[in-house]
T-cell receptor, first 118, second 115 residues
Framework: AQKVTQAQTEISVVEKEDVTLDCVYETRDTTYYLFWYKQPPSGELVFLIRRNSFDEQNEISGRYSWNFQKSTSSFNFTITASQVVDSAVYFCALSDPYSGGGADGLTFGKGTHLIIQP | DSGVTQTPKHLITATGQRVTLRCSPRSGDLSVYWYQQSLDQGLQFLIQYYNGEERAKGNILERFSAQQFPDLHSELNLSSLELGDSALYFC??????????????FGPGTRLTVL
């Protein structure tokens, strides 16, 4: 069965520190997609990245970077030089609709609450 | 702003009642997904529609139902409401093939409170 684990329930750092949010997933399939979403205090879910299982290249977007390691089933998210505006809950999600028997929606982790202190 | 709209933003009702949540997808998107976010269950997939047809079902209760209309907006109907149905309900839409592997863009959510 699909599963996404975000073991860090809450992380608190001081502004300008780098921080890494961990995501470990489980799937029986070789074809799947991984996502990260941000949920700021206002409540909406903001899309950050989508990555397919065949693309293991790391991705960088400004201060954000993602490390996909298929060997350890991890898709970690790093924020460099964190800012107060990065404070939010971050969700990792998995989609593997090809394995059959499961629902065809995103499977989300429980989220990591990131607090950036000024 | 994702381009997905949801109404109402907040809804307060009593146990046993029925409510309807509405979602308009981004222009051009054919797929609509519904999710429930609660403190104990987290974010859970409920149901997906693609171009008017039900495509996939997740952890949706029998008391809940949904539909997608010809103009592609969708409604989620919740009936015989219980206290445990209090949650944030999200709608998401995607444009591509209609598979859940597509990027889903989420609306702002409807916060349902059942008293």
């Amino acid at each position: 069965a699909q599963k996404v684990t975000q073991a860090q329930t809450e992380i608190s750092v001081v502004e300008k520190e780098d921080v890494t949010l961990d995501c470990v997933y489980e799937t029986r399939d070789t074809t799947y997609y991984l996502f990260w979403y941000k949920q700021p205090p206002s409540g909406e879910l903001v899309f950050l990245i989508r990555r397919n299982s065949f693309d293991e290249q790391n991705e960088i977007s400004g201060r954000y970077s993602w490390n996909f390691q298929k060997s350890t089933s991890s898709f970690n998210f790093t924020i460099t030089a964190s800012q107060v505006v990065d404070s939010a809950v971050y969700f990792c999600a998995l989609s593997d609709p090809y394995s059959g028997g499961g629902a065809d929606g995103l499977t989300f982790g429980k989220g990591t609450h990131l607090i950036i202190q000024p | 702003d994702s381009g997905v709209t949801q109404t109402p933003k907040h809804l307060i009702t009593a146990t046993g009642q029925r409510v309807t949540l509405r979602c308009s997808p981004r222009s051009g998107d054919l797929s609509v997904y519904w999710y429930q976010q609660s403190l104990d269950q987290g974010l859970q997939f409920l149901i997906q529609y693609y171009n008017g047809e039900e495509r996939a079902k997740g952890n949706i209760l029998e008391r809940f139902s949904a539909q997608q209309f010809p103009d592609l907006h969708s409604e989620l109907n919740l009936s015989s409401l219980e206290l445990g149905d209090s949650a944030l309900y999200f709608c998401a839409s995607s444009v591509e093939s209609g598979a859940s592997t597509d990027t889903q863009y989420f609306g702002p959510g409807t916060r349902l409170t059942v008293l």
